[in-house]
Nanobody, 128 residues
């Protein structure tokens, strides 16, 4: 059974940093795409960043230059380094993964959110 477990969330003041981690477990091969999404209270879920197995990345414009997505293929762990956090970044962050081969680019998955597996989510709160 495939499972994604996020960690590293919490509360921080504006301008601070957090690093989220997401561990992929179960009898799986290496993921083809992994990504981070977030949903703030009263808002729709939005894509934050996506990475493919070759390391190609795509970021939402709102986090470009502040957030960095990376993946440890050997450990099957996804990371999101978040710097210069703003109150608008406050949300529940979700990790997502695809295991099936795909012929598309990270931008497609960032926009569509079409992932096979999702984590339970972890809360990030940024205070002003």
């Amino acid at each position: 059974q495939v499972q994604l477990v996020e960690s590293g969330g919490g509360s921080v003041q504006a301008g601070g940093s957090l690093r989220l981690s997401c561990a992929l477990s179960g009898n799986t091969g290496n993921p083809t795409f992994m990504g981070w999404f977030r949903q703030a209270v009263g808002k729709q879920r939005e894509g934050v960043a996506v990475i493919d197995a070759n390391g190609e990345t795509k970021y939402d414009d709102s986090v470009k230059g502040r957030f960095t997505i990376s993946m440890d293929n050997a450990k099957k762990v996804l990371y999101l380094q978040m710097n210069s956090l703003e109150p608008e970044d406050s949300a529940t962050y979700y990790c997502a993964a695809n295991l099936s081969p795909r012929g598309l680019r990270p931008a497609y998955f960032l926009r569509s959110g079409q992932f096979e597996y999702w984590g339970q989510g972890i809360l990030v709160t940024v205070s002003s």
